[in-house]
């Protein structure tokens, strides 16, 4: 396990540590500030992913892992705000790793609403200048479903949809 990924388990990611700077403080920096909003606490009965989504809100987006940025991304929460940041850690290393898989934050970005890549196309621009030189070796351990999506990125700028299972209607 590399030392990165053992820094997030041991508390970086995923919402464990998660600093909560109180009911009334909004942290400079945070989607909550960026955005203007706040949310209310969850219901005592959310799940932990609501919970989670909840309290990195209040974090710096300077801040967040990878592990929290896949997980922010995946729920289509502050996406204006999260994919320069997102980007950036994957110029750097395409095959970022959160607590899935290698690449499942490149998997989070791809399966975003095309619109939302075509509002920013200088960000799909610097995505596709990173993982075109990789582009002989779809990455180490990414799921066949992501694979294609990195190709069709590649190939048009935009991520199709994952192909459909066998039998699938």
Do not use: K, N
């Not at 582009?135 to 199709?160: I, W, Y």
Request: glycine share 10%; charged share 25%; hydrophobic share 45%.
């Amino acid at each position: 396990m590399s030392r990165d990924r053992r820094d997030r388990r041991s508390g970086a990611g995923a919402g464990a540590g998660v600093a909560d700077p109180g009911a009334d403080a909004i942290a400079p920096g945070s989607l909550e500030a960026l955005e203007g909003v706040r949310w209310p606490a969850p219901p005592a009965d959310a799940t932990r992913l609501i919970a989670t989504a909840h309290a990195l809100r209040r974090r710096p987006v300077a801040d967040l892992a990878v592990e929290d940025l896949r997980l922010l991304i995946g729920q289509g929460i502050g996406l204006p705000h999260l994919l320069p940041r997102a980007v950036d850690l994957l110029c750097r290393d395409p095959w970022a790793e959160g607590d899935l898989y290698p690449g499942d934050l490149l998997a989070a970005v791809l399966r975003c609403e095309p619109d939302v890549r075509t509002e920013r196309p200088d960000l799909a621009a610097r995505l596709a200048a990173a993982l075109r030189p990789r582009a002989a070796g779809p990455g180490p351990g990414l799921p066949e479903g992501e694979r294609h999506r990195v190709e069709a990125f590649l190939a048009t700028g935009r991520a199709a949809a994952p192909a459909p299972a066998p039998g699938a209607l």
